[in-house]
């Protein structure tokens, strides 16, 4: 059992991560205005995930340091790989 468990713990981390990383990328493009509030984000619960910035209080962002892998390094590369205009563009512009 433990030679299955390790792929798929890397694997949910990965689509964890990267489930996280399309969020932001989402909130850039509909909500630009919001960015601030996911500067100091280290984790987003991708089971309270929602596009309504109503919703976001609900335990949606961490600040605290958790042991799961960092998603903004995966953002980063998603949008390099999508944007490449300034930071300021809405993604939805260049799509």
Do not use: C
């Amino acid at each position: 059992h433990d030679e299955l468990a390790e792929p798929y713990a890397s694997n949910m981390a990965f689509y964890e991560a990267l489930l996280q990383a399309l969020f932001l990328l989402a909130v850039e493009d509909l909500y630009p205005e919001h960015m601030k509030k996911f500067d100091e984000v280290v984790w987003i619960d991708v089971n309270k995930l929602s596009l309504n910035p109503e919703d976001w209080g609900d335990g949606l962002i961490v600040k605290e340091a958790v042991a799961h892998r960092d998603f903004k390094e995966l953002y980063r590369e998603v949008r390099k790989q999508l944007v490449q205009k300034p930071a300021s563009t809405n993604l939805s512009a260049t799509i």
